[in-house]
């Protein structure tokens, strides 16, 4: 089946510090990969893809991401944490089909950060 | 600035009340999505559409319907709210094969957060 795991409910880190969120990925075929942050009381918001190509890939805010196939793995990473970070992150993997339920979210990691 | 509207963005309403929520995108999107969610947990998909005309059931069974007459509008419906609907719910567009151009993936509305008493 395929799916998408977030092995950590929680992350804590300290600003200034790197951080990292986890993510691992079962899926046949080559996925596109996504990371999106939930700030409180809002909707998602698209932080960086990967598609093909360069396996680190840049996005939004500083954050970037670095894509494993061997490990089926797709880690955010921020090289210096900021308190304003602190949100609910989730990893995405569209599935190369176009059409059907093609987009399945992990279950989400809370990061905080502090100060 | 939001491409994908959804109001109201809070809801307070009584048990047994007929409400719906509404969600538009001026984005040209084909595919909408509802999802569920509850504060800080993870995202249940309840419907999707295609397109006009088009809706479907998603992972979570749902109490709700929704419909798509237009290709901006996919309003969600609860024919008798409940204390057990109370939650986040997310409503979100894309676009077939889309990949190369803008994000990609989901644009999310807001959310309306919907609390039944």
């Known amino acids: 089946a395929q799916s998408v795991a977030q092995p950590e409910d929680q992350v804590n880190v300290a600003e200034g510090n790197p951080l990292t969120v986890k993510c691992t990925y079962s899926?046949?075929?080559?996925?596109?990969l996504f990371w999106y942050v939930q700030y409180p009381n809002r909707g998602l918001q698209f932080l960086l893809k990967y598609i093909t190509g360069d396996n680190l890939v840049k996005g939004s805010y500083g954050f970037e991401a670095e894509f494993n196939k061997s490990q089926t793995s797709f880690h955010l990473k921020k090289p210096s944490a900021l308190v304003s970070d602190s949100a609910l992150y989730f990893c995405?993997?569209?599935?190369?089909?176009?059409?059907?339920?093609?987009?399945?979210f992990g279950p989400g990691t809370r990061l905080s950060v502090l100060p | 600035e939001a491409d994908i509207y959804q109001t109201p963005r809070y809801l307070v309403i009584g048990t047994g009340k007929k409400i719906t929520l509404e969600c538009s995108q001026t984005?040209?999107?084909?595919?909408m999505y509802w999802y569920q969610q509850d504060p800080g947990m993870e995202l249940h998909l309840i419907h999707y559409s295609y397109g006009v005309n088009s809706t479907e059931k998603g992972d979570l069974s749902s109490e709700s319907t929704v419909s798509r007459i237009r290709t901006e509008h996919f309003p969600l419906t609860l024919e008798s709210a409940r204390p057990s609907h109370t939650s986040q719910y997310l409503c979100?567009?894309?676009?077939?094969?889309?990949?190369?151009?803008?994000?990609?993936?989901?644009?999310f509305g807001s959310g309306t957060r919907l609390t039944v008493v």
């Open positions: 979100a567009s894309s676009s077939i094969g889309q990949t190369s151009s803008g994000s990609g993936g989901y644009t």
């Open positions: 995405a993997v569209r599935l190369p089909h176009l059409y059907g339920q093609n987009f399945v």
């Open positions: 899926v046949s075929g080559n996925p596109y």
């Open positions: 984005m040209g999107h084909d595919k």
